[in-house]
């Protein structure tokens, strides 16, 4: 969701990734401006084979849910772009009922982007907040930070929120996204770090490719 990208460069901004951002001194990016893409940032500091393992379980207005396991692995890298694997495959309870096992697609993240390619300002229906607290990550307690981020329309309401941390390759630990319509809860899910192969680039990995 464009959401996931909107998380990723507030948290950019606010500092999570600063050692890639400019001085806070430097004025502020405007549409047509190239800037740090975050898709890119919270994978490139992490080797090629790298992955992360997640479970999003899906529950519908009519109380059927939906599980599926979701692989995400960084499959090349370059200074300019790298590309990323993703596996969904159905959880158990999904498979039962009958739906397709497993699909993959491939996604490539450029380094650089236009500033409104991944920036929504606020408008009348639409806002963000940010903050941070301690989770469970993989065993180790961790300070994460968090983007919260709803909107309404037409269509009733979605709120997002995502938790990310630089230590999980792709930056998400745990997502929940609710959808009401006429103030009734027509969806609701849950998607939450599972597993993960993080294998840090080493600087002088990084030197040999500039």
């Known amino acids: 969701m464009r959401f996931a990208l909107l998380a990723l460069f507030v948290l950019a901004t606010a500092g999570l990734a600063s050692a890639q951002q400019p001085a806070a001194s430097a004025p502020a990016p ?11 940032s919270h994978w490139a500091h992490f080797a090629v084979g790298s992955s992360v393992t997640q479970k999003e ?3 519908l207005a009519d109380g059927t849910l939906v599980e599926s396991v979701i692989t995400a692995k960084l499959v090349s890298k370059s200074k300019q772009k790298l590309t990323v694997e993703t596996t969904v495959a159905a959880a158990d309870v999904t498979k039962r009922s009958g ?3 497993e699909s993959k697609t491939l996604t490539t993240y450029p380094a650089k982007v ?3 390619d991944i920036h929504t300002p ?5 806002s963000v907040t940010t903050g941070k607290e301690v989770l469970d990550v993989k065993g180790k307690m961790t300070e994460v930070e968090w983007v919260e981020a ?12 995502d938790w990310y941390t630089v230590d999980v390759p792709g930056g998400l630990v745990k997502q929940t996204v609710t959808k009401k319509k006429a103030d009734k809860v027509s ?7 599972v597993d993960m192969k993080a294998k840090r680039e080493t600087a002088k990995h990084e030197a040999k490719k500039s």
Do not use: C, I, R
């Not at 405007?30 to 890119?40: C, E, F, Q």
């Not at 709803?150 to 929120?161: A, L, R």
């Open 30 to 40: 405007k549409p047509g401006d190239m800037v740090t893409n975050p898709a890119y």
């Open 57 to 59: 379980a899906v529950t």
């Open 99 to 101: 739906a397709a096992d």
């Open 114 to 116: 236009k500033f409104e």
């Open 122 to 126: 606020e408008s009348g229906g639409y």
């Open 150 to 161: 709803s909107t309404t329309s037409s269509d009733g309401t979605v709120t997002e929120k």
């Open 187 to 193: 969806s609701q899910s849950t998607l939450q770090l």
